[in-house]
Nanobody
Framework: QVQLVESGGGLVQAGGSLRLSCAAS????????MGWFRQAPGMEREFVATISWSGGSTDYAASVKGRFTISRDNAKNTVYLQMNSLKPEDTAVYYC????????????????????WGQGTQVTVSS
């Protein structure tokens, strides 16, 4: 069993930056891809970013590409999401998730490919 706890959310002005962290406990997630998703009020949860188990491969939603950076520190069992040039439309609850398949050949993009989820952290960007 894996427990994921996000932190680092908050209120920031448009153009500002935040760094989210996702700490895993229970067992190591170093062998699994990890992802970040977000859910805005009244909207479905959407994919934001994903990273391979080694950190060597990453991918992003088109809406955040060039502004957000996903990274991981396997020694600390932690995944990060650096968010720069934030926009009001980035306002959402951000969730981290751990892949369900340790031998998946491609990066996971769908919610159904993730087995463990954190409780979420609120990010609010004011205009």
């Amino acid at each position: 069993q894996v427990q994921l706890v996000e932190s680092g959310g908050g209120l920031v002005q448009a153009g500002g930056s935040l760094r989210l962290s996702c700490a895993a406990s229970g067992r190591t997630v170093s062998g699994y891809a990890m992802g970040w998703f977000r859910q805005a009020p009244g909207m479905e949860r959407e994919f934001v970013a994903t990273i391979s188990w080694s950190g060597g491969s990453t991918d992003y939603a088109a809406s955040v590409k060039g502004r957000f950076t996903i990274s991981r520190d396997n020694a600390k069992n932690t995944v990060y999401l650096q968010m720069n040039s934030l926009k009001p439309e980035d306002t959402a609850v951000y969730y981290c998730a751990a892949d369900s398949d340790p031998v998946r050949l491609r990066l996971p993009y769908r919610e159904s490919q993730y087995a463990y989820w954190g409780q979420g952290t609120q990010v609010t960007v004011s205009s």
